[in-house]
DNA sequence: GCCGTTTTCGGCCCGACTGTTTTCAGTCG
């Protein structure tokens, strides 16, 4: 029997959590569910056997009531508690909860008092002006109500975009608003910086934050509207404007006082859950934390702070990278000592897995070996797809070897840079590599991935790449799960199998850069780290243009707290070849 | 429902906004 996986448990907190906050629970025992739920999705390993095991109250936020319902769900597939409540709350109450400006308390009120149990008996009684008849409910109420349903209910939560696209235009902004503060001639200038889940490095990003600290930022505040990438803005506030971008994400500004920056850029950047934790032990100490500075009880005194790293400093912590702010481990570990360095850029000496016009690129070997010498890499693996279900051209096995060649030629007329000739093969459904192993022997670097069958069923794609960890020439694993932010999920594939086989194996994982893969994902490159396996981060770049993007795969790794020892290619070639297992079996 | 520099009970982040209400509950980020 297939395990119940770390996401079902999650999304079964999530829902409890939602129906006892319909139920009328005290706030802070719902929060205790989705706190345990976000525990659970963002953990690296099964919990699901950690629960079998005995040992899942070891996560933060799970005690000993959720251990049994983990325990329910694991053994018998259900949950009793939530039967119990699904039968009183028919579904489409909960779909009424997120509307906006409804949250459970009103959905509830509005089930009880005019039996609305769905987006359309809601909707009946905003057109008869049933709603403004319930206490705390009035005409405007109703006529939110119906310009909701009218928008549609899809439109309300607002669409999230991958970080690259987002990122383009909060630097955009960025960019302009420091401008417009150079023309103003602000003395000292003021500071401007993004925040909120772009700062983070999210995967996706659903609107743009923006903080200010200025003496006087009236004229910024209202400069939004003039900028290239702002369709619409105005002024919500003293302090604060707001804007919709020609793309149609939100864009919020906030300032402060140059000497409560640090204060605003630290709230702004969030996560709310990583915010409230912090919050929560600041409370422990006497201290309580908001955008404008941190209040000490014991003087009344409130300190305010130019930089971030004041506000940690105040809460007895060491500083937290941006990436880390998601209230996974990173308090705690922040108030044991510093943190191990995390992976940067600078650190990576080679990239290992781009392609050429001999499969689906757009340059030469040649201008891709340029490229990634002047970016200043030691080494690049050529490897372009192989023969089987083309991408471009197929690469045939004489092609192959004629690119094998073609690769080492190149590599003699640069210098700087050593290019390793490659291979992205198919792991074929049957698991096997698509060419035959006296080929592969002649190559420096393969990394194989799956690239058709999709659809297979999860034993069956786990048994298909598991086989490849186990084949003797294939180095690592290309983006190992196949997802595409927001619009493919990943493939149906074991990744506590995939971790244990690689690991056993001396496999490598890819970490795609690709903003819209970033594959595996940071909860899984953690995963991967834990359970003993090497990572790469690559490319996958098929124009020299395409380099640009091993940023994301970066920031992938940071999110997952990856330090660059356990990351390959940050070691020289000679010293990452030895370790391969094709080198190490000899 | 969880958790401990308040340790087996009594707490549990902060501020802004909205619509409805005459002082605030609910929602939102």
Redo the contacts with the bound molecule.
């Keep these: 029997m297939a395990q119940t996986s770390n996401s079902t448990i999650a999304g079964a907190l999530d829902e409890l959590g939602d129906l006892y906050e319909l139920d009328g629970a005290?706030v802070?025992?719902v929060v205790?569910?989705r706190n345990?739920a976000k525990a659970v999705r963002d953990s690296p390993v099964s919990i699901a056997e950690l629960a079998v095991a005995g040992r899942v109250?070891e996560l933060?936020?799970?005690?000993?009531?959720?251990?049994q319902k983990i325990l329910d769900l694991v053994q018998t597939g259900r949950i009793p508690a939530a039967e119990r409540l699904r039968e009183r709350f028919p579904a489409g109450v909960l779909a009424i909860v997120?509307l906006?400006?409804?949250?459970?308390?009103?959905?509830r009120r509005l089930f009880e008092e005019l039996g609305i149990d769905s987006l359309e008996s809601l909707g009946e009684a905003a057109r008869a002006e049933r709603l403004r008849g319930v206490?705390?409910?009035?005409?405007?109420?109703e006529q939110?109500v119906l310009a909701t349903l009218a928008a549609g209910v899809d439109a309300s939560p607002r669409r999230r975009v991958p970080l690259d696209r987002a990122l383009a235009i909060g630097e955009l902004v960025v960019g302009e608003l420091r401008d417009r503060d150079r023309e103003l001639g602000s003395d000292p200038p003021a500071r401007i910086e993004l925040a909120g889940s772009v700062r983070r490095r999210a995967e996706s990003i659903k609107d743009l934050d923006v903080v200010i600290g200025a003496a006087d930022p009236a004229a910024l505040l209202d400069a939004l509207g003039e900028l290239a990438a702002i369709e619409s803005a105005g002024r919500?506030?003293a302090t604060?404007a707001r804007g919709q971008t020609h793309t149609g994400m939100v864009v919020e500004l906030r300032a402060v006082a140059a000497d409560q920056f640090g204060n605003l850029l630290q709230h702004m950047t969030g996560s709310?859950q990583h915010?409230?934790a912090l919050?929560?032990r600041?409370?422990?100490m006497g201290l309580?934390?908001?955008?404008?500075g941190v209040l000490d009880d014991a003087t009344g005194e409130t300190h305010r702070c130019a930089t971030e790293a004041e506000v940690y400093e105040l809460v007895g912590l060491s500083y937290i990278e941006p990436e880390l702010r998601e209230n996974r481990e990173e308090l705690r570990r922040a108030a044991g000592g510093v943190f191990p360095r995390l992976v940067e850029l600078s650190d990576i000496r080679g990239d290992l897995h781009c392609h050429t016009v001999a499969s689906d690129g757009r340059e030469t070997i040649l201008e891709m070996g340029r490229s990634a010498a002047a970016r200043g890499y030691e080494y690049l693996a050529i490897t372009d797809h192989s023969a089987t279900h083309g991408f471009g051209n197929d690469v045939s096995p004489d092609e192959l070897r004629r690119q094998i060649e073609k690769v080492h030629e190149a590599d003699a007329k640069l210098p700087g840079i050593r290019l390793l000739a490659g291979s992205e093969v198919n792991i074929l459904p049957d698991g096997s590599p698509d060419y035959d192993d006296d080929l592969l022997a002649e190559l420096d670097w393969v990394i194989a991935s799956v690239h058709t069958s999709f659809g297979m069923a999860g034993d069956a794609m786990t048994e298909r790449i598991v086989a490849a960890t186990g084949h003797p020439l294939i180095d690592a694993i290309g983006h190992p799960t196949g997802r595409m932010i927001g619009r493919r999920e990943p493939y149906a594939v074991d990744i506590d199998a995939l971790v244990g086989a690689a690991a056993a194996s001396g496999t490598l994982l890819e970490i795609n850069s690709n903003p819209n893969r970033r594959d595996l994902s940071e909860v899984n490159a953690r995963a991967a780290v834990h359970g003993g396996a090497g990572i790469v981060i690559n490319s996958d770049a098929h124009s020299s243009g395409g380099f640009d993007v091993l940023r994301y795969g970066i920031w992938t790794a940071r999110r997952a707290g990856l330090e660059p020892a356990a990351v390959l290619n940050t070691l020289a070639w000679d010293e990452l070849a030895g370790r391969l297992k094709r080198t190490r079996r000899d």
């Design positions: 005290v802070h025992r205790a569910y345990a109250t933060a936020g799970i005690g000993a009531t959720l251990e997120g906006p400006g409804i949250g459970p308390k009103r959905a206490r705390g409910f009035g005409e405007k109420f939110s919500t506030s604060a709310k915010n409230a919050r929560e600041a409370v422990r309580h934390v908001s955008e404008y």
